[in-house]
């Protein structure tokens, strides 16, 4: 069983920063693929990106490409989101996931992640 908890979520002006934690709680580690994914109101849970746990490889969503940036810390078992140049449209909750079957080959389907964290909000003012 792995507990997810996320962090850093706020208010924030169209073409700022934020930085989101995943903090996972538990006797293993994470030593498996992580994702961030974000749900707006009245649309789809999507991916935003995702870490492997090896060498890290990382995916990122067409709209994220060059603004955020996923990473890990496996000894402190968490996972950051670096957000940047942000834009209304990123207003979601963002969540994070892990896929414990998957050690190296991303996923991006959320039917795919396992365990997941109860999200954190992220408004981005025009």
């Known amino acids: 069983q792995v507990q997810l908890e996320e962090s850093g979520g706020g208010l924030v002006q169209a073409g700022g920063s934020l930085r989101l934690s995943c903090a996972a709680a538990g006797r293993t580690g994470i030593n498996y693929v992580m994702g961030w994914f974000r749900q707006a109101p009245g649309k789809e849970r999507e991916i935003v990106a995702a870490?492997?746990?090896?060498?890290?490889?990382?995916f990122y969503a067409d709209s994220v490409k060059g603004r955020f940036t996923i990473s890990r810390d496996n000894a402190k078992k968490t996972v950051y989101l670096e957000m940047n140049s942000l834009k209304p449209e990123d207003t979601a909750v963002y969540y994070c996931a892990a896929d414990p079957a998957r050690r190296d080959t991303i996923r991006l389907e959320s039917t795919d992640y396992d365990y997941w964290g109860q999200g954190t909000q992220v408004t981005v003012a025009s």
């Open positions: 870490i492997s746990w090896s060498a890290p490889s990382t």
